[in-house]
């Protein structure tokens, strides 16, 4: 029976996305959830741990734990805020800005993927239907 609910369907098929994006990801130095973490730095360098986990809605040891990863392959680095030394910022290195580009057409490719076969009709149903559920 639960194989035959939409949420099983949905289960499955995220999880074979986050299977693909892994697999993509991974000759870049990432693992699936650090690219969207550089993403909120590609969209505004320097932000305060703080206020990328307010950004991502994640538990604040998740970031913690991405940004010393990110630290060590040496896309990211911390350093304290110049007018609040307490306060510290994270931003991309040369070689955080340089994925930008890559894991955009990783994602724009998975996109494509997803919505192959679909006409520009059902592409815009899907998009709404899915972006109405959003928590």
Do not use: C
């Amino acid at each position: 029976m639960l194989d035959e609910t939409l949420s099983y369907a949905l289960i499955k098929l995220m999880k074979t996305q986050r299977n693909q994006l892994a697999a993509a990801l991974a000759p870049l130095g990432l693992h699936v959830g650090q690219e969207m973490l550089l993403n909120q730095l590609w969209r505004e360098d320097g932000l305060t741990q703080g206020e990328l986990i307010a950004r991502l809605g994640v538990e604040p040891p998740t970031v913690t734990k991405t940004l010393q990863r990110l630290e060590r392959a040496g896309f990211v680095y911390r350093a304290p805020d110049p007018d609040r030394p307490r306060v510290g910022r994270v931003h991309l290195t040369d070689a955080g800005k340089a994925l930008r580009e890559p894991v955009e057409e990783i994602w724009s490719r998975m996109d494509e993927d997803l919505q192959r076969g679909l006409d520009d009709a059902e592409r815009e149903l899907l998009a709404r239907l899915v972006r109405a559920r959003r928590p």
